[in-house]
């Protein structure tokens, strides 16, 4: 079982900035962040190995950077320039192997608010 924690996203104004947080309660596992608009599918954002690869989706590379601090279990999405496109709730995401093959594990979710 894994737990994740995600403190509030929030509200900021087209071209700003926020970081977005996320503790896990077990290490070294991949992770990522997907996001949720109104009446869309969720879709990946970024993602990050356990050793430090990462991915990003075309519409955030150069604005947005995902990393991890291993020491505290957590992950961090950066959001740079943002727009109000980026509007939606993001979900952290866990991927722990299996007997079965991989297991997803969601946090609650935060909204991010990007005014125009």
């Known amino acids: 079982q894994v737990q994740l924690v995600e403190p509030g996203g929030g509200l900021v104004q087209a071209g700003g900035s926020l970081r977005l947080s996320c503790a896990a309660s077990v290490s070294s596992i991949n992770m990522g962040w997907y996001r949720q608009a109104p009446g869309k599918q969720r879709d990946m954002v970024a993602t990050i190995t356990s050793t430090g690869s990462t991915n990003y989706a075309d519409s955030v590379k150069g604005r947005f950077t995902i990393s991890r601090d291993n020491a505290k279990n957590t992950v961090y999405l950066q959001m740079n320039f943002l727009k109000p496109e980026d509007t939606a709730v993001y979900y952290c995401?866990?991927?722990?192997?299996?007997?079965?093959?991989?297991?997803?594990?969601w946090g609650q979710g935060t909204q991010v608010t990007v005014s125009s």
């Open positions: 995401n866990a991927k722990l192997a299996t007997t079965w093959g991989w297991r997803d594990y």
